[in-house]
């Protein structure tokens, strides 16, 4: 049982990064469709042949160097272990926070629990500030599972963290980890308009920054869930971005906000660029990065991608 003294974080507005600076990425070198993962998710797409890694790496290391070039500190990583082919998507299992803590998550795939690199652990300890490791994978063993900022997308401004309840996002565990993290968490459902199932993250429907929030307000089929979020998110008059339901297929709303050499500059996939250009304020700084083969195999995009690193660096 966990005391009421660990389920809150301190919180120093003024000292607090809202924006990522930095962040952690992995090489897709073993990518490919994954059976075990497309059991819920409806993006991925059946395909095989020696070239998808090639392609993947390739539109890897161009995002990389797009960031580099931006002014975005990246820090790459290789898979831990051979025959992963959803390493290049860090984010589910971990996630980094401005007070220092760093979160591991517990994930449903068995073939992607491989995917936690100790290596990565070590870096972060060695050249930033951590203040402690909260390590929930253990959730594993009791089927409850939480796959990092694609089940949980934080409102670092606002404290809230949002969560569409699926197979890999347990309300248990939504309510134990915001609480942990000094959050305060909105839980809603959400449905795919050509299954009726569940999105299985809530960052394919979602993006949260301090100043600009994108979404698909028809993925939530409560209009009070709807109505609810609709006031959270467009809270303090923060720009809402509110995309149609057609741009779930590109990915439109699975967008990361970095902070580089302009200033905070929204990235996204090349795929989603004619419905986001229709729909973005003019003076947000954008970028739009071909990902074609990681979207259609892995059933992911952009945002699932990079593991934002508010860490301190020593």
């Given amino acids: 049982m966990l005391s009421e003294a660990f389920l809150t974080s301190p919180y120093d507005e003024k000292n607090t990064r809202r924006v990522a600076s930095s962040v952690v990425m992995v090489r897709p070198l073993d990518f490919g469709f994954n059976p075990s993962t497309a059991v819920d998710n409806d993006f991925q797409k059946p395909a095989q042949g020696q070239s ?3 392609l993947a790496l390739d539109e890897f290391e161009n995002f990389v160097g797009q960031l580099r070039q931006e002014g975005v500190r990246v820090d790459v990583f290789d898979p831990p272990a051979p025959d992963l082919p959803d390493a ?11 007070d220092g803590r ?8 068995e073939n992607r629990r491989l995917e936690r690199n100790p290596l990565i652990l070590d870096f972060l300890k060695g050249a930033c500030e951590v203040s402690e490791v909260l390590d929930f994978s253990g959730f594993e063993t009791h089927r409850q599972f939480l796959e990092g900022t694609g089940s949980l997308v934080f409102d670092i401004r606002f404290r809230r963290v949002y969560a569409a309840i699926s197979s890999r996002t347990h ?6 980890v915001s609480r942990l993290l000094g959050y305060e968490p909105v839980i809603f459902e959400t449905r795919h308009p050509g299954t009726g199932r569940p999105l299985y993250h809530t960052n394919v429907m979602l993006s949260v ?30 720009k809402v971005v509110a995309l149609p339901l057609s741009a779930l297929d590109c990915f439109g709303a699975n967008v990361l906000i970095l ?6 500059t929204l990235w996204a996939s090349q795929g989603a660029q004619p419905v986001l250009e229709a729909h973005l304020p003019p003076d947000l700084p954008r970028r739009f990065v071909p990902l074609s083969t990681l979207e259609q195999v892995g059933g992911g995009s952009l945002r699932c991608m990079v593991c934002e690193n508010f860490l301190t660096f020593r």
């Fill in 171 to 176: 309300k248990t565990l939504v309510v134990l």
């Fill in 88 to 98: 290049v998507f860090p984010n589910n299992w971990l996630s980094t926070h401005p």
């Fill in 259 to 264: 902070k580089g050499n302009e200033g905070p």
């Fill in 102 to 109: 760093v979160a591991l998550y517990p994930m449903m795939a």
């Fill in 52 to 54: 998808l890694a090639s």
């Fill in 209 to 238: 920054a301090p100043e600009c929030v994108v979404w698909i307000p028809d993925t939530v089929p409560d209009p009070g869930s709807r109505s609810e979020l609709e006031a959270f998110l467009g809270a303090e008059g923060r």
